[in-house]
């Protein structure tokens, strides 16, 4: 599968910013999917995940409450919706599949078989 992330760019603190996540390739929706982002300097962090069916999901504490993540089937895509965005946000921002259901290990980068490309956020005081 191959994975496309957009929609990141420049905002103000307090600001929001909706990435996407299209994806092609093998059957979309039998994926569970994540979030990751890496800012400059520092290690790959888990941010968010969804299951396949889009019934569970999953939040780094330091989003939670400010970012959703969700799924569209139908549409190959995925999204990660974030809201009142901070300074420590600023990062690129990867979204990831995995071939088999990672449970309790959705924060596990390891757990996901293919990345996309990366989208850059940042966010400004």
């Known amino acids: 599968v191959q994975l496309q992330a957009s929609g990141g760019g420049l905002v103000q603190a307090g600001g929001s910013l909706r990435l996407s996540c299209a994806a092609s390739?093998?059957?979309?929706?039998?994926?569970?999917m994540g979030w990751f982002r890496q800012a400059p300097g520092k290690e790959r962090e888990f941010v968010a995940a969804?299951?396949?069916?889009?019934?569970?999901?999953y939040y780094a504490d330091s989003v939670k409450g400010r970012f959703t993540i969700s799924r569209d089937n139908a549409k190959n895509t995925v999204y990660l919706q974030m809201n009142s965005l901070k300074p420590e946000d600023t990062s690129v921002y990867y979204c990831?599949?995995?071939?088999?259901?990672?449970?309790?290990?959705?924060?596990?980068?390891?757990?996901?078989?293919?990345w996309g490309q990366g989208t850059l956020v940042t966010v400004s005081n």
């Open positions: 990831a599949a995995a071939d088999t259901d990672p449970y309790s290990d959705y924060a596990l980068s390891n757990e996901y078989d293919y």
């Open positions: 969804i299951s396949w069916s889009g019934g569970s999901t």
């Open positions: 390739g093998r059957t979309f929706s039998s994926y569970a």
